[in-house]
């Protein structure tokens, strides 16, 4: 099984960048702003801000 991957996500509110894990467990915020960045489903995050790329671990 291969691992899931991590996402790199601007910020839509301060435009900051951050790592986060795909399939998060609790919402993410960003770290500049407290602003929320993804939110979990049970599976891959719902993205709020926009995803730039991603990354394996």
Do not use: H, W
């Not at 979990?40 to 995803?51: D, F, N, Q, W, Y």
């Amino acid at each position: 099984m291969t691992p899931a991957p991590f996402y790199v996500v601007k910020c839509p509110d301060c435009s900051g960048e951050q790592t986060i894990f795909s399939r998060p467990v609790t919402p993410v915020n960003c770290s500049v702003c407290g602003a929320t960045l993804a939110t979990p489903t049970g599976g891959k995050a719902a993205l709020r801000g926009e995803l730039l790329r991603t990354a394996s671990a």
